[in-house]
C-alpha cells in the first residue's frame, strides 16, 4: 500500500541518538543526587516527552529535584555532551527518494521539545523534508495519539491513509489507538517481541528494509 502520510518518530528511528541520550540522562541523574541509571533503564523511556520521561525513570521524585534533573539533561543534550549524533546511514537519501514521489507527504512525531527539535532541523538541514511536525511539550506526550490526531486535521489526510514508523511501543500504541497503520524498526530501543505486542503491519531490520517498503519495492 502506498500511504499518502508517512509518519517518523525522530530519536532512534531516522537519527542514532540514543547513545546521546542515554549519557546525558545518566549524568543528569547524578547532578540531580537521584541516583545512578542504567542504560536499559533510559532506553525504556526514550521515546516519551521528557516530563513523562523523568516521572516513569524515577518513581517518587520531588518537583524541585525532577526540574533539577530536567535543567541538567537539558544542558548536556545542548552543550556538554560530544557524543556524536548522525543520521542512520542512508536516511538522507531514501527520505529525498520519498520526497520525490508524486503527492508522498511526511512528518514527525517525536518526544522532543519544540525548541529541541527545531534546533535539530537547523543544525541537519532537515527541516524541510518534512511537511509538518509535533512535539511532546506542545501536544499531548506519547503514547497518547494526540498528536497523531493533528497531523491528520492539519495536513487533511484520513487516517487509513496514513502510517506511522517507530522504534518504541510508544509510536506503535498512540498509531494503534486511532486506528493508524504502524510499522516498527528493530535497529533502536525496543525489542521484536516488544514491538509485536502492538500488532505493527510489518517490523524493518534496517534502514534500506523500511524504506523499500515504504517506497513500495
Not at 542504560?39 to 525513570?57: F, N, R, S, T, Y
Not at 557524543?83 to 522532543?112: D, N, S, Y
Not at 510499522?183 to 528494509?209: C, D, F, M
Request: aromatic share 8%.
Amino acid at each position: 500500500m502506498q500511504y499518502e502520510l508517512i509518519i517518523f518518530d525522530w530519536d532512534g528511528t531516522l537519527m542514532d541518538s540514543v547513545p546521546r541520550i542515554v549519557s546525558c540522562m545518566q549524568a543528569a541523574a547524578l547532578e540531580a543526587e537521584w541516583g545512578e541509571l542504567s542504560a536499559a533503564e533510559v532506553e525504556d523511556i526514550i521515546g516519551l516527552g521528557l516530563p513523562e520521561a523523568i516521572a516513569q525513570l524515577c518513581p517518587g521524585i520531588l518537583p524541585a529535584q525532577a526540574e533539577r534533573l530536567r535543567e541538567r539533561y537539558s544542558h548536556h543534550f545542548v552543550t556538554a555532551d560530544a557524543t556524536p549524533m548522525l543520521f542512520f546511514a542512508g536516511v538522507e537519501a531514501q527520505i529525498a527518494r520519498l520526497r520525490g514521489r508524486e503527492q508522498q507527504r511526511l512528518a514527525v512525531a517525536t518526544g522532543k521539545s519544540r525548541r529541541g527539535l527545531d534546533r535539530i532541523f537547523a543544525e541537519t538541514d532537515s527541516g524541510a523534508w518534512f511537511h509538518a511536525s509535533r512535539t511532546a511539550d506542545e501536544t499531548r506526550s506519547k503514547p497518547h495519539p494526540q498528536m497523531l490526531s493533528e497531523l491528520l486535521v492539519e495536513l487533511e489526510v484520513p487516517v487509513e491513509r496514513a502510517v506511522m514508523v517507530g522504534d518504541t511501543e510508544y509510536d506503535l500504541e498512540m498509531a494503534r489507538a486511532i486506528g493508524m497503520d504502524r510499522v516498527g524498526v528493530t535497529y533502536g530501543v525496543h525489542t521484536p517481541e516488544r514491538l509485536a505486542r502492538s500488532q505493527p503491519k510489518w517490523i524493518a531490520n534496517s534502514i534500506n528494509e523500511l524504506f523499500d517498503r515504504l517506497y513500495g519495492e
